[in-house]
């Protein structure tokens, strides 16, 4: 029979239940569970998680809990009833074990293990709270560590802060809302205090520090020792506290072993002022034992002495910040110094401290202490309390000298410290001086020995005897030894000191002979113990026959000067004579709270004794110390009231003062303690029953002066104490009252009436011509509330109340009192406020007016806020305490008419200066911080929170005008929005903030009648309306209601307790529009974002009820316009900023979706439309309002995902498409042209990070060779992907037009006219393409600019744009810019998003990004995509997977401005812009084989496949991105593709000559030396030899007739390639130094063997051409024998020929075609070239590369497929030992190396001269180097500036073919380098051919000559990265004569290279940074000679007849 439960409500799980029973439920240990019904042996209930799952679980699992049980039946509530902290842990651990678990899988192993701490900490307190063992204070102390544990918790995890009052959550309904915000501030103060734990001490609170003695490592003295422990301040030389003795045997442990685990003390007391000074830890060392340490005498010794031995110490200073953020013990070690000069003993801690040498010896290692020191604060109960441990073991305690800072009533000391300081001796006819021991004794009156009141030392028990230390043989000892003396106090007068002198005979036995001896007395006859000072003590002379018995023998002599002067007859005695020489030095301090050295206050005390004396005696009192006051307070006190009753008239003024002077000392806080004292005096010990009458009258009478006397500071102290003088008044009366029942009653009352009359009188006083009367008000007004209360006791309460409010009347108004009458003003007030008497309602109800007049006042002018809000929330307090219990309406009604408005005026204006301009420059008043913001928020919370119906009905009806009512409802609207807006409250103060929601709930609830009652219809008023709806959207949507991002069981607690707020406000918000009837129009299209706000809320609820309006704006803007345009323009434009700000979620898709079923749930509105257009227009609102849902929430998705900032970009970009193509989204538009532009910028930002240095970012198969190159190439061109920012910026720079039409404020603009906006918008766009260097593009935008400063003659910033302008021509020609590469990428799948679904684009690639990082990039972006390893387009399955291929290629730019590049005469730099900018088409070249493939010769089938992609849109513009809008197909033939190779690396070697060509005889040659040899080497090796076998063949051109023409285009390009090389040798031949001659020996063979072997190997060229028959004959130059020997001797470089291919099936040919030149130096070719050899060169990883996927460029130009880089051993990384020549990779032929490197493992002479030019280097950063130097182009092209005198060869002049031979560009092998640093090595690309030698320093720079304004005769200059002048290339020609000047001949316009014939026009292999750094030339240079190679190596045929040779036309112009 199921039963309900009665008593078994609540139980714990103590067991899992998991059977399958029926009906069973299922339960966790742990579980909370609550019982509904009973069985015998079974429950019926729920679990507390699952509280709807109900079913039945054995009893036996259940542990039942004692519960409150509330509403018994079906919905009844149980609350266990235990500690509210147990249930708040348990509760607590629950919710933090969810998070907990997360954290260890966020790998935030950290916080995981600290709350894994806290927790079992907390499991653990629990624990302790349940035990019920604990008394209280213990109990409360595991409370507080508990909560600070809870708090740091639920700080650490995010979770909400919990204001809590005495440990316990509090009830927010159960306190203001003011007293609910100091909670939360107080908490969380609590919890930053236990965070930063280990802050600095407070002042108020003592210090202890406990020192432990760990161990003495001395172990040579083998005797006793004593070790003193003290205090010592080094500032003031004197000792701090008293000493600590520890007593060790001789074998260094404790002597007495029972104190061997408390060999420790406790120094007390310590203030924060003593922290301060310099103190140290001062150890003084005594042992026991013979009198000399190295006495030689055996056996015992004869007596025993106290000896000094040592001194250690420790700077207390340097060592407390270490040990007070500690909480254990840390232990330090003291060296030891010994005594070497016993006579110096007593200073020798100073002479340690001043390091002093001569007083002591230095430790050796034996010799220390090792101590622990322990800081400790609190008070003395706190410190048992928290530290039991050490009490328990009778810890010793070291007091200080004299009383601590605060002095604590109840510490009772009885303490003379006695010091014996120094004595002088005569030798008494010794021959040396004597050993002299002092024992001193306390007698008693009577003659008898005090026992047990000496110690040396704190630890040791108290001794009856003293006996001093001994010094050897010095008869003027100086001791320096204190002795506290604890003596009775009733024993104290009578008692005195005796000194008995002695001295110890070292040889007769040890004995001890006295000689004298010295007294004094403890208390001199007045009463006053000794004086705080020292005293000279006589010495009497004595043997040791001499007995004391009778000390009244000695007692009547003189002790000291000051006796003998008092006595002087009593200077002699038969029994004792004075030894006149001899003299004992003693000083004594007295520190006790009975015992006194004032005779002042012994002559008060004993007033009576002297009668005539008590004027003097009370006018001596305030001289008088506070700690001689304060130890006889209750006697001073019952003394004073005592000689006021003996002679009121007489004594009275007197007594008055000193008693205000008593009262004002217990106000310092040293004795502030000692006021409660004076207030157990007062009630149970005062019996003055007459004094209130004479201290009524000297108030008066001081009251009244005030007015008159100009010094007032007697009065200004009276009013200081006025608060314990009406104490004493009142306790007085009630005596007097009690005495005579109740007499005098009446003259009472009005005696006091009078008194506060007089008070009245002085506050009404005009203080400001007078600044002592000020003083006497600040006094007086301080005091008042304190007096408030003490009135209770004799008036009743509404009578004190009246005397009250007249005394806050008579205060004058602000605006007659300075700022300090002010701040005191209010001080007094909130005093009143805080006094017992306004607790009171019906002292409230009069008090409460005056009081709201004063704050009302202080608000309106907004002064002393911060005291006013204090003011206010006591009162709140108090009120919402009353409303408990009574009524409090009436209170409530008069703040509500005084402060409310104010309130609201006062808190905007607070608001409106924390957010002013000078509040973000950091100029905030204090009355604008949050503190003060969050104080009045509070205040008006707890205002609204006590307003009833009745309030809120009375404040509307109070208005007087409708005016007025809308100014009080927008205000109040205003300030409920920006609370919101603002966050006054932190995210953490749950509590609050859903108090504050409530709270405006219920105020909107009633502010919104009156708001439809007065303003709809004919008021109707759109701003008042607007303000609310703003209002009701922003309370909908705030982030504290959204209680989905709650956990469960908050969520629930929220629901029970408020429900869901939103859907409160929705249905009001819905029932304001429903009234708003036909004015609904007004609030259409410009609501509509703000309640689609309202949809994105995660509510369904809400979500239902928003959509009706939404229907009813559709509705109403159709019926208006007829269309729904701006309703979707407006919906389009919130949409994307709601989502922007990362609002809606995926349901948002489905509530769109319901736009759609515009028809289907609300047939009414169907039933008023009937236009078929109407269902039209609906469902292109709705498909275009999905289409930006789509896009909107894409976006939002990369940013919530932490996307790449490439994917944001896209987002950005197709979003912004979208609301391109719709003028009424432009917005939309215009704010994502704004954010793409960031979006730009911050992946600038991301690029610049990425590439900041190239080395952070190297392949494990890098070289450092390369990164090396790499360093250079990033000093060269920082990366700047700024253009796309401005074009971007260019999108809104064309809706804007040149007019003054204004503009609103918008995104980041203010407000202004179009005209300034389009201003201010090109000078942005002109910045951000100056940053991209995009330098063209800004300036079509500053012609622009610039015409419009014209036409309006602001000729100052015309002339900024022109100069400008100026700036970026000069740039384009001098400034170096990368040439990009570009890469295509195809995205494949489904799973793209759809702006890339299954499309291609091409991107733009980053300064220095190769293919193998952009595809690293890409996948990085695409963590699930797929890389395809082919080119090939894909087929349908990969088009349709449910995945993501990527697939990625280089492709190269084709220009559009072949133009351009076509003309001579334009700069290399500018046709470098052109070949990669502005370019819509690329190509991409895949080799392939056609037909059968040629096995000894495969160049003969190898035909390119090359693919051209049309863009939508030209590269660069606002994306780096552009898809392809179309594909076409070609294949090129193997003859083409080696036409455009030759004629590459003919442009190539022309444009190198040209820039060597006037340079100076001996300049360094190394790369006009290395390019010359990798095409000559190459060509030997095989090189144009292979494209000889495979087109001049006679069977291929008969089989090919088609490639005639092509065949006969490449011969005459090889044969121009021959030429030119015949050129370049001739300038290298003037140019080499002698040590170079072996090279260019070899330079000069290997062209001939090319050239024979040409002219060998063209068998069909005669059927070509005729020209070719007669070519051998044109070189009339013997065959050199060595030559074919010299190919093949290779050294050890040889191997590094030997580069691994690609493995790519996409490589073509030319890439693998590679002539390399590898020069070694010694320290390679020596010793290490074993290591060397070793050397491996990496593949590539990459499959996708191309021969012309990218340009070539200077610095690693081919991309990293293409590239194989030696991995270099370490040793060899700083040397610049391998330096590297290859040709660009597209043109190489072959693949050789430079012969005879090392001859028998010896470096050549050419090999020592090269190295010998390279010089010695220094690196780019050498801060001696000039800013040319310090480029990166730091070496110094020589100028061509010079005269001519060597004779230049020429070559025969039949062998030229007639075509121009044009300017010869710089190659891209050159590495215009800064490295002049010896620590460089520089490598080269496999594929890219880069390679340098470093610039030689043999021969030093010529001077640049100035630059001409002419084209005809443009000089070169050494280049520097500030100006970048072409050169002028002189043009060869072969002729017997030339000018003698240079630049006698007219300029030739340059020309570039063009597009190969034959070929479709491509664009140029050149890198960037060959143009950029080419010297381009204008003009003729010198002529070639006709005499070829008149050198040794070079021999004329005989019979060879030197005739000029025929010449291009373009070279013969103008030849002279």
Not at 938 to 962: E, I, K, P, R
Not at 1343 to 1360: G, H, I, K, T
Not at 1773 to 1801: D, F, K, S, T, V
Request: charge should be neutral.
């Amino acid at each position: 029979m199921w039963m309900p439960t009665e008593e078994e409500k609540l139980g714990v799980v103590i067991c899992s239940f998991r059977d399958a029973v029926f009906h069973g439920l299922t339960l966790e240990i742990g579980e909370t569970v609550q019982i509904l019904e009973k069985t015998e042996e079974w429950y019926r209930g729920f679990s507390t998680k699952k509280p709807t799952v109900k079913g039945i679980f054995p009893a036996s699992y259940i542990h039942l809990k004692k519960a409150i049980v509330t509403n018994r039946g079906p919905n009844e509530t149980v609350v266990p009833l235990e500690d509210p902290i147990v249930t708040e842990v348990t509760t607590t651990l629950q919710e933090w074990a969810v998070l907990w678990k997360q954290l260890y899988v966020k790998h935030k192993t950290d916080l995981f293990f600290k709350l894994r701490h806290v927790m079992n900490e907390l499991i653990d307190l629990r624990r302790q709270l349940l035990s019920g063992h604990l008394t209280q204070d213990q109990v409360r102390e595991v409370k507080r560590h508990t909560t600070i544990r809870l708090d740091w918790g639920n700080e650490h995890l995010g979770l909400d802060l919990v204001p809590r009052q005495e440990f316990v959550m509090v009830d927010e309904d159960q306190i203001s809302v003011s007293d609910l915000y100091k909670m939360h501030l107080s908490s969380r103060q609590r919890v930053q205090q236990s965070t930063s734990q280990g802050d600095s001490v407070r002042v108020s609170v003592p210090h202890h520090l406990l020192v432990s003695l760990k161990s003495f490592t001395h172990n040579t003295i083998n005797e006793d020792i004593d070790i003193f422990f003290s205090l010592y301040d080094i500032r003031e030389c004197k000792q701090l506290s008293e000493r600590f003795m520890v007593r060790l045997n001789k074998s260094g442990g404790p002597k007495n072993l029972e104190k061997a685990d408390r060999l420790c003390t406790l120094f007390m007391d310590l203030s924060s002022k003593d922290l301060k000074k310099d103190l140290y830890i001062v150890a003084h060392i005594i042992r026991n034992g013979r009198m000399l340490l190295n006495d030689s005498r055996k056996g015992p010794a004869q007596g025993q002495y106290r000896r000094p031995h040592g001194c250690a110490v420790l700077a207390l200073s340097e060592v407390l910040h270490a040990i007070s953020e500690l909480k254990e013990e840390k232990e330090f070690v003291l060296k030891v110094y010994t005594c070497t000069n016993e006579s110096e003993w007593h200073q020798i801690h100073e002479s340690i401290l001043r390091k002093s040498s001569i007083k002591s010896t230095a430790p050796c290692s034996s010799h220390g202490l090792i101590i622990s020191l322990q800081f400790l604060h609190g008070d003395t109960e706190q410190i048992r309390r928290e530290h039991p441990g050490l009490f328990t073991r009778g810890i010793s305690v070291t007091r200080q000298l004299g009383f601590p800072e605060v002095v604590i009533p109840g510490d009772v000391r009885n303490d003379l410290y006695l010091t014996l300081e120094r004595g002088e001796f005569e030798k008494g006819g010794k021959s040396v001086q004597k050993n002299i021991e002092i024992t001193m004794y306390v007698l008693y009156a009577d003659g008898q020995i005090l026992k047990d009141c000496m110690s040396l030392g704190a630890g040791e028990p108290s001794a009856s005897e003293y006996h001093s230390l001994v010094f050897y043989h010095n008869n003027a000892p100086r001791w320096s030894e204190m002795v506290k003396l604890s003596i009775p106090l009733d024993r104290f007068r009578g008692s005195h000191l005796r000194f008995e002198l002695r001295h110890c005979s070292t040889k007769d036995r040890g004995e001890k002979k006295l000689f004298g001896f010295a007294f004094t007395p403890l208390m001199r006859e007045d009463g006053t113990t000794l004086a705080d000072e020292s005293h000279e003590l006589y010495v009497y002379k004595c043997d040791e026959n001499t007995t004391f018995s009778n000390h009244a023998l000695y007692l009547g002599l003189p002790c000291c000067k000051e006796d003998l002067s008092a006595c002087p007859g009593s200077t002699a005695s038969p029994t004792f004579q004075r030894s006149p020489k001899e003299l004992l030095w003693v000083s004594t301090q007295l520190c006790s709270s009975k015992l006194t050295q004032n005779v002042d206050v012994l002559a008060l005390l004993n007033w009576k004794s002297h009668p005539d004396r008590v004027m003097d005696i009370l006018g001596r009192l305030r001289y008088i110390g506070g700690e001689e006051i304060v130890k006889f307070l209750q006697n001073i006190l019952d003394t004073l009231f005592s000689i006021l009753e003996d002679n009121t008239d007489k004594y009275g003024p007197l007594v008055f003062q000193s008693l205000v002077f008593v009262i004002n000392l217990l106000r310092e806080g040293r004795f502030s303690h000692f006021r409660s004292i004076t207030d157990t005096y007062i009630h149970n010990h005062f019996s003055g029953a007459l004094a209130y009458k004479e201290l009524i009258r000297c108030l008066k009478w001081y009251m009244e002066r005030s007015a008159e006397v100009t010094r007032q500071d007697h009065i200004q102290e009276a009013m200081r104490a006025l608060d314990y003088l009406f104490k004493f008044i009142v306790q007085s009366r009630t005596l007097y009252s009690q005495a005579t029942c109740g007499m005098e009653e009446d003259q009472f009352r009005a005696s006091i009436q009078e008194l506060f009359q007089s008070i009245r009188f002085v506050l009404s006083l005009d203080s400001r011509s007078s600044e002592n009367l000020i003083f006497t008000q600040v006094a007086l007004l301080s005091s008042l509330p304190a007096v408030f209360d003490e009135l209770l006791p004799v008036f009743t309460v509404q009578e004190a109340a009246e005397l009250v409010r007249g005394t806050l009347s008579s205060m004058p108004s602000t605006v007659h009192m300075g700022q300090s009458m002010d701040v005191v003003k209010l001080q007094s007030i909130a005093g009143t406020v805080d006094s017992r008497l306004f607790s009171f309602a019906e002292s409230r109800r009069v008090l409460l007016p005056v009081v709201l007049h004063h704050i009302h006042l202080h608000l309106r002018q907004q002064r002393e806020l911060l005291i006013c809000s204090g003011i206010l929330s006591s009162i709140f307090s108090l009120i919402k305490a009353s409303s408990l219990e009574t009524s409090v309406q009436e209170e409530v009604e008069m703040m509500v008419e005084s402060l409310l408005d104010v309130l609201l005026q006062t808190l905007q204006a607070i608001m409106s200066k924390s957010h002013s301009p000078e509040a973000s420059r950091g100029q905030r008043c204090p009355q604008c911080t949050a503190e003060i913001t969050g104080e009045y928020v509070s205040c008006l919370l707890s205002l609204l929170s006590q307003m009833s119906d009745v309030h809120f009905q009375h404040l509307l009806d109070n208005f007087q005008s409708q005016d007025e009512l809308k100014e009080f409802l927008l205000r109040i609207f205003c300030m409920f929005r920006n609370l919101m807006k603002l966050s006054v409250f932190p995210r953490d103060w749950a509590v609050l903030r859903l108090l504050t929601s409530h709270i405006i709930l219920k105020t909107t609830q009633q502010l919104s009648l009156a708001l439809r009652k007065n303003f709809s219809g004919a008021t109707f008023d759109f701003k008042v309306w607007s303000s609310y709806f703003s209002l009701a959207v922003l309370y909908i949507s705030q982030p504290s209601l959204q209680l989905e991002a709650l956990s469960p069981a908050k969520r629930n607690k929220v629901l029970d307790k408020y429900g869901d707020m939103r859907v409160t406000m929705a249905y009001d918000l819905y029932n304001m529009w429903q009234n708003l009837g036909e004015d609904k129009v007004h609030f259409i299209p410009g609501t509509i974002g703000a309640f689609l706000g309202v949809t994105l809320v995660p509510q369904d609820e809400v979500r239902n009820i928003m959509i009706p309006i939404l229907h009813d704006m559709m509705d109403w803007e159709q019926r208006r316009s007829g269309s729904f345009k701006q309703v979707e323009a407006e919906l389009a434009d919130k949409l994307d900023t709601l989502v922007s700000e990362g609002k809606g979620d995926e349901s948002h898709r489905k509530l769109i979706n319901l736009l759609a079923q515009l028809f289907g749930p609300y047939p009414s509105l169907l039933e008023r439309i009937e236009q078929e257009t109407w269902r039209e227009m609906s469902s292109s609102f709705v498909t275009s309002v999905m289409r930006l849902t789509e896009r909107v929430l894409d976006y939002k998705n990369c940013l919530k995902a932490d996307e790449a900032e490439n994917k944001k970009t896209g987002c950005t970009f197709n979003l912004l498409n979208f609301g391109k193509c719709d003028t009424n989204k432009e917005e939309l538009y215009i704010r994502y042209i704004h954010k793409l532009c960031n979006a730009h910028l911050k992946t600038e930002s991301y690029a610049g990070e990425q590439q900041a240095h190239p080395c952070g970012r190297r392949s494990t198969s890098r070289s450092c060779v390369s990164d090396a190159i790499d360093l250079v190439a990033w000093c060269l061109c920082a990366p700047c992907p700024s253009a796309e920012a401005g074009f971007t910026l260019l999108l809104y720079w064309e809706l804007l037009q040149w007019e003054p039409r204004p503009l609103r404020e918008f995104l980041h603009y203010p407000a202004q006219s179009e005209w300034q906006r389009k201003e201010a918008l090109s000078r942005k766009v002109i910045h951000y393409f100056n940053k991209g260097k995009a330098w063209e593009y800004g300036i079509p935008v500053c012609r622009e600019l610039a015409a419009q400063y014209e036409a309006s003659y602001d000729y100052q910033s015309l002339s900024w744009i022109r100069k400008l302008e100026a700036t970026y021509y000069d740039n384009i020609l001098e400034q170096p810019r990368l040439e990009p590469e570009f890469f295509r990428v195809g995205f494949y799948g489904k799973k793209f998003p759809f702006f890339l679904r299954n499309k291609e684009f091409v991107c733009r690639g980053h300064d220095y990004e190769r293919l193998e990082a952009f595809q690293q990039r890409m996948l990085g972006e695409f963590p699930e995509a797929i890389a395809m390893q082919h080119a090939s387009q894909p087929d349908d399955s990969i088009l349709q997977y449910d995945g993501q291929y990527l697939q990625i290629y280089a492709v190269t730019p084709v220009t559009e401005n072949a133009d351009v590049l076509q003309m001579d005469h334009v700069s290399d730099r500018i046709k470098s812009f052109y070949r990669v900018n502005n370019v819509r088409r690329f190509r991409f070249d895949r080799p392939f084989h056609k037909g059968m493939k040629d096995r000894e010769n495969e160049i003969k089938s190898l035909w390119i496949e090359r693919t051209t992609l049309t863009l939508s849109h030209p590269l660069p513009s606002i994306s780096r991105w552009a898809q392809v809008e179309k594909r076409e197909l070609v294949e090129v033939s193997p003859v083409e593709n080696a036409i455009s190779v030759v004629e590459n690396k003919n442009q190539e070697l022309r444009m190198l000559i040209g820039q060597y060509q006037h340079r100076p005889p001996h300049s360094n040659v190394n790369q006009l030396s290395m390019c010359l040899n990798g095409v000559i080497d190459a060509a030997v090796n095989g090189g144009v030899a292979r494209y000889q076998e495979a087109f001049f063949d006679e069977d291929y051109i008969e089989s090919h007739p088609q490639d005639v023409q092509r065949i006969s285009k490449l011969r005459a390009a090889m044969q121009e390639q021959v030429h030119i090389l015949g050129a370049g040798l001739a300038v290298h031949e003037r140019l080499v130094h002698p040590d170079m001659r072996p090279l260019h020996k070899k330079l000069v063979d290997q062209f001939y063997m090319m050239r024979s072997g040409f002219c060998r190997g063209t068998p069909g060229l005669e059927k070509l051409s005729p020209t070719c028959s007669r070519f051998s004959s044109l070189r009339g130059l013997p065959t050199n024998a060595e030559g074919p020997r010299m190919m093949h001797t290779h050294g050890h470089m040889n191997m590094l020929g030997s580069f691994r291919q690609s493995s790519s099936s996409l490589s073509s040919h030319t890439s693998s075609e590679t002539g390399n030149l590898a020069i070694m130096t010694d320290s390679l070719t020596g010793d290490h070239s074993d290591d060397f050899m070793r050397m491996q060169l990496s593949p590539s990883s990459s499959s996708l590369s191309s021969t012309h996927s990218a340009p070539s460029q200077m610095i690693n130009s081919a991309h990293s497929s293409g590239r194989g880089s030696p991995s270099m051993p370490d040793k060899y990384r700083p040397n610049r030992e391998l330096l590297m020549l290859m040709p660009r990779h597209q043109e190489r032929a072959g693949n050789a190396m430079y012969p005879g490197a090392c001859e028998n493992e010896q470096p050549t002479n050419f090999q020592r001269s090269l190295f010998q030019q390279t010089g010695p280097c220094k690196p780019c950063s050498d801060p001696n180097l000039s800013v040319a130097e310090r480029g990166h182009f730091s070496m110094q092209f020589d100028a061509a500036h010079h005269h001519v005198s060597d004779i230049h060869p020429a070559f025969p002049a039949r062998s030229l073919r007639k075509s121009p031979l044009h300017p010869i560009p710089a190659s891209p092998t050159i590495l215009h380098s800064g490295l002049d640093g010896s620590n460089s090595t520089l490598s080269g690309s496999a594929s890219s051919g880069v390679s340098s030698l470093s610039e030689s320093q043999c021969a030093p720079p010529s001077e640049p000559p100035g630059r001409t304004d002419t084209l005809d005769s443009i000089p070169s200059q050494a280049w520097t990265p500030e100006e970048d002048v072409g050169s002028p290339y002189p043009h060869v020609r072969y002729s017997t004569s030339e000018p003698e000047d240079i630049h006698s001949a007219k300029a030739l316009p340059c020309r570039s290279h063009s597009a190969p014939g034959g070929v479709s026009p491509g664009p140029p292999q050149e890198h960037p940074h060959y143009h950029s750094n080419a010297h381009f030339c204008h003009g003729h240079g010198p002529v070639l000679m006709s005499k070829p190679y008149l050198r040794e190596v070079c021999r004329p045929e005989e019979g060879f007849r030197q005739q000029p040779m025929v010449l291009p036309t373009p070279l013969q112009h103008k030849i002279p």
